[in-house]
């Protein structure tokens, strides 16, 4: 224990002290640490879960409605409105792209930097 820790009262500020709220607490802090600051402390772990469970339950709500079950009708127009796929048509694009949107450009070098060829 440094000599800090424990801070220095006279007899009639010792007397004060325990006569506040603060020392009164202190005191039976010291008694049933669990009671005064265990249990407190706990009690407001469950009861802010209880308090943040309507905010969750908000986001829960707002994902389901944008979420919803399609009907026949919906599906026959989604379907209806698909174009056709065929695999090998989407890999000539895919290669066909991968040739036009790009080209290979050399860097230019700072003044002091090497070419590092090898």
């Not at 802090?29 to 908000?58: E, H, R």
Request: charged share 35%.
């Amino acid at each position: 224990m440094s000599f800090g820790a424990k801070k220095f009262r006279s007899r009639k500020q010792q007397l004060a002290y325990e006569a506040s709220m603060a020392g009164k607490y202190q005191k039976h802090l010291k008694k049933n640490p669990f009671l005064y600051f265990g249990l407190p402390f706990c009690g407001m772990i469950v009861l802010g879960s209880y308090w943040l469970a309507d905010f969750t339950q908000v986001r829960f709500d707002r994902d389901d409605r944008r979420v919803q079950e399609m009907n026949e009708a919906d599906i026959m127009k989604v379907k209806k409105n698909q174009r056709k796929f065929d695999i090998k048509d989407e890999y000539y694009k895919l290669q066909g792209l991968s040739e036009e949107e790009w080209e290979p450009v050399r860097v230019k070098r700072l003044k002091d930097e090497s070419e590092n060829v090898w």
